[in-house]
């Protein structure tokens, strides 16, 4: 978190309640589906036992976008195309993971607001494309 702050919202010396807040704008993203009614919405539980199907493998590793500093956040419109870049690039990763190191069993994107459903397939299909090297294969 702090690498986020310093790194990509230039933010000299973070504190706690920047941090807390930039934790508090990925838990609302999160439980979004919870709080509101809508067709796809889910649990966390769901997600996490139906996207792994093996115990021992759920670790997850959130990244968010957009990730603005609340000053500049009224002033910024991003389309899907870029959204789906940033979380893509690790730099958004709220872990310090570099992602050329391993792999990912699974990913999960939840996109909140009104956006197309088509424009979203297409963006995750490119990122399928271009990544397949980076998900483990299952049998």
Known sequence: LYSISVNLLKE??????????????????????????????????KLGVNLIPFPRLHFFNIAQAPILSPKNSGY??????????????????????PIEDGKFLTASMHYRGEISTQE????????????A???VEWI
């Open 120 to 131: 979203t397939d297409e963006n995750i299909e490119k990122v399928q494309a271009s990544k």
């Open 76 to 97: 910024t419109k991003l389309f899907i195309q870029e959204l789906t870049k940033q979380v893509w690039s690790g730099k958004q990763f709220y872990s310090n993971v």
């Open 12 to 45: 000299d010396h973070p504190t706690y309640s920047f941090l807390n807040y930039m934790i508090s704008q990925t838990q609302m993203g999160c439980t979004a589906s919870l709080r509101f009614s809508g067709q796809l919405n889910g649990d966390l539980r």
């Open 133 to 135: 090297e980076d998900f």
